[in-house]
């Protein structure tokens, strides 16, 4: 078997890669560890830029997206119950977020991609990379308890923080950092409409809440949890306890509540590793970075990545040139180290930590006074809320 690009993962990611490559008429192969349905069931976040919104556009494959998602034209800060809202299209020349949940992405890739007739395999079990520091690398898997074997010029490892293609790089080639926050997001997903109609990030003595949706009748919500909490502890009345003595009293009074869809536990991370190239093998999205999701930056991020390393495969092709690949590691890194920034700084402001000083809650304090104070200030959010263009 042989093919020019073996994928690997079919998250957004992978999916969005092989959609870019289709197009541009280069076959691909994903190969992806769990079932369909398994991929299908992960909840994340909901906010696209209007990058992304480009991209999907550009393979086709915003039908759906553009008939459902919601244009969002700004989104509020609660803080110690202070209320003030990011106009993000006024300061930022008119761009907007779009709220589609990355579930409903991954749904509209994946049968965008099963329309194209390329091929992809799900439960491929034990994928291992082999020769990528060579012209011929190879991927082996195993399939229906059979040994499988796929030769390609390149392999893309889009596998997400868990996988594969990372853990295959020697570690004296690859550099990685990262912090651990100390707490976690205990997200509910619930058939009640939102509170507001534009997203609530808030920041409270108690801990961080975020107001959500996935629809004018369909509510995600947040808050800021132990590291070590369990889903178990977490009645949906407390939940809701929780998330209302959070919010300001305004919001609060305007929060449905209802039974839970789905309730889970989220860890916070920010991850980068370095570089993202290794010869022939290639790592974008959650496989290459985390981000906390305060600001939603992790789908959109991935996405960027999938932008230039499909235009640098591009032009492998067409010019028969590896000069375009040698640029992708820096390019993409170049956006990833910005939007690590960014979400860092908003998760540092936001959240309550354990650990904190007087010192450092004063700075919390100046930074969300700078903020009501400073259009400039405002606008720098803004603009890193709405994503880099490529
Ligand atoms: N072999 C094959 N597939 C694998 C392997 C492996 N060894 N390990 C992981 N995978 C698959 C996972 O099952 C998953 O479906 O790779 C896929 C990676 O998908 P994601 O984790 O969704 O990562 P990515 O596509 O980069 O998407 C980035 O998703 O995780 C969120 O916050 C993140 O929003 C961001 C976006
Ligand atoms: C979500 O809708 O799940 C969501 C939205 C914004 C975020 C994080 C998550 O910053």
Redesign the pocket.
């Known amino acids: 078997m042989r093919h020019q690009v073996v994928i690997?993962?079919?998250?957004?990611?992978?999916?969005l890669l092989g959609a870019l490559l289709h197009q541009a008429g280069i076959d691909t192969l994903i190969?992806?560890?769990?079932s369909r349905d398994?991929?299908l069931g992960?909840i994340?976040?909901g906010v696209l830029e209007q990058g992304t919104v480009g991209l999907l556009r550009q393979v086709g494959c915003a039908e759906r997206l553009d008939r459902e998602g919601l244009v969002h034209e700004g989104f509020a800060l609660n803080f110690n119950g202070q209320h003030l809202r990011i106009d993000i299209k006024a300061l930022t020349g008119g761009r907007t977020v779009t709220v589609y949940g990355?579930t409903e992405v991954?749904r509209d890739l994946m049968a965008h991609r099963a329309a194209s007739g390329a091929p992809t395999i799900y439960e491929?079990r034990d994928?291992a990379l082999h020769d990528f520091d060579g012209p011929n690398p190879r991927v082996t898997?195993v399939q229906d308890g059979q040994p499988r074997e796929a030769h390609c010029d390149i392999i893309a490892g889009?596998?997400?923080?868990?996988?594969?293609?990372r853990a295959s790089v020697p570690a004296g080639a690859i550099e990685t950092f990262e912090r651990v926050y100390p707490f976690g997001w205990l997200g509910v997903l619930a058939d009640v409409p939102p509170c507001a109609h534009e997203l609530i990030y808030a920041g409270h003595e108690r801990g961080f809440a975020l107001c959500s949706m996935r629809s004018n009748t369909r509510s995600r919500y947040y808050v800021q949890c132990r590291s070590d909490d369990e889903v178990a502890r977490w009645s949906d009345d407390m939940f809701w306890d929780e998330l209302r003595q959070r919010l300001d009293p305004a919001a609060a009074e305007q929060v449905v509540t209802g039974p839970s869809i789905e309730k889970s536990i989220a860890p916070l991370r920010s991850f980068v590793a370095e570089p993202l190239r290794f010869g022939r093998l290639f790592l974008?999205?959650?496989?290459a970075h985390?981000?906390p999701?305060t600001g939603a930056k992790?789908?959109?991020?991935?996405a960027g990545d999938v932008h230039y390393l499909a235009e640098a495969l591009i032009a492998f092709y067409q010019d028969a040139s590896e000069a375009a690949l040698d640029t992708y590691s820096a390019r993409a890194l170049d956006r990833i180290w910005k939007a690590e920034r960014f979400s860092w700084s908003l998760t540092t402001l936001l959240h309550r930590f354990e650990s904190s000083t007087p010192f450092e809650r004063r700075m919390q304090d100046a930074e969300f006074a700078l903020l009501q104070s400073s259009e400039t200030a405002q606008r720098a959010l803004a603009e890193g809320y709405v994503g880099l263009p490529y």
């Open positions: 690997i993962g079919a998250g957004p990611s992978g999916l190969l992806e560890r769990q398994y991929v992960r994340r976040a990355q991954t491929a994928v898997w889009c596998d997400g923080y868990h996988g594969v293609s974008a999205g959650d496989a985390i981000v999701p992790g789908l959109n991020l991935a």
